[in-house]
């Protein structure tokens, strides 16, 4: 069975300060992780995913995760943070054999202030 | 990028009404996916199909049908809508397998059962 686990269901920063989102996860098999992004009112919007090639991914709009196979981790992170990376994220991992089923973490909303 | 779209964007309806939540894709994609997600909750898959007359249940149990008659459409019906079924509706879709597949979602419907 696979799972993920993000911590911290909402996370605050400054505009201009470093992003960290938290993921961990667990899978009895080689996984696939992926992060999505959902603005309010819209569906998901994929970021990066991993998929056991370059361990450190670079998604789009300046975001970046790196899978930890020791810490069983896949945080995602933004050097800078803009007002309209606001919204809600999600992390998700499948197993790379058979049909792709996502399961899902229970999202951390990201909160950016001036 | 996929194109994928929900109809209706909200829906406010009464106790033992049927209703139908729709889908449509238009990139050819063989999979497709309802997710059920509750405020600050995260997604759980409650159908999906590997094609045209392709079918199957999710982890989550639903009171839902779907069917796939046409690739490009993967309609939701509920016969008898109840206050519990008050929830968002999200749709998705993907092509082939393994590390080159990734979901693409759709903006979701918002239900509301009276």
């Known amino acids: 069975a696979q799972s993920v686990t993000q911590l911290g269901s909402h996370v605050s920063v400054s505009e201009g300060a470093l992003v960290l989102l938290r993921c961990n996860y667990s899978?009895?098999?080689?996984?696939?992780l992926f992060w999505y992004v959902q603005y309010p009112n819209q569906g998901l919007q994929l970021l990066l995913k991993?998929?056991?090639?370059?361990?450190l991914v670079k998604g789009i709009n300046g975001f970046e995760a790196e899978f930890k196979k020791s810490e069983t981790s896949f945080h995602l992170t933004k050097p800078s943070a803009h007002m309209s990376d606001a919204a809600e994220y999600f992390c998700?991992?499948?197993?790379?054999?058979?049909?792709?089923?996502?399961?899902f973490g229970t999202g951390t909303r990201l909160l950016v202030s001036p | 990028e996929a194109d994928i779209y929900q109809t209706p964007r909200y829906l406010v309806i009464g106790t033992g009404k049927k209703i139908t939540l729709e889908c449509s894709q238009t990139?050819?994609?063989?999979?497709m996916y309802w997710y059920q997600q509750d405020p600050g909750m995260e997604l759980h898959l409650i159908h999906y199909?590997?094609?045209?007359?392709?079918?199957e249940k999710g982890d989550l149990s639903s009171e839902s049908t779907v069917s796939r008659i046409r690739t490009e459409h993967f309609p939701l019906t509920l016969e008898s809508a109840r206050p519990s079924h008050t929830s968002q509706y999200l749709c998705?879709?993907?092509?082939?397998?393994?590390?080159?597949?990734?979901?693409?979602f759709g903006p979701g419907t918002r239900l509301l059962v009276l």
């Open positions: 998705a879709s993907s092509r082939g397998g393994g590390y080159q597949e990734t979901q693409y």
């Open positions: 899978s009895s098999v080689p996984p696939y």
């Open positions: 991993y998929t056991s090639a370059a361990t």
């Open positions: 998700a991992v499948s197993q790379s054999t058979g049909f792709q089923k996502l399961v």
């Open positions: 990139m050819g994609h063989d999979k």
């Open positions: 199909s590997y094609g045209v007359n392709s079918t």
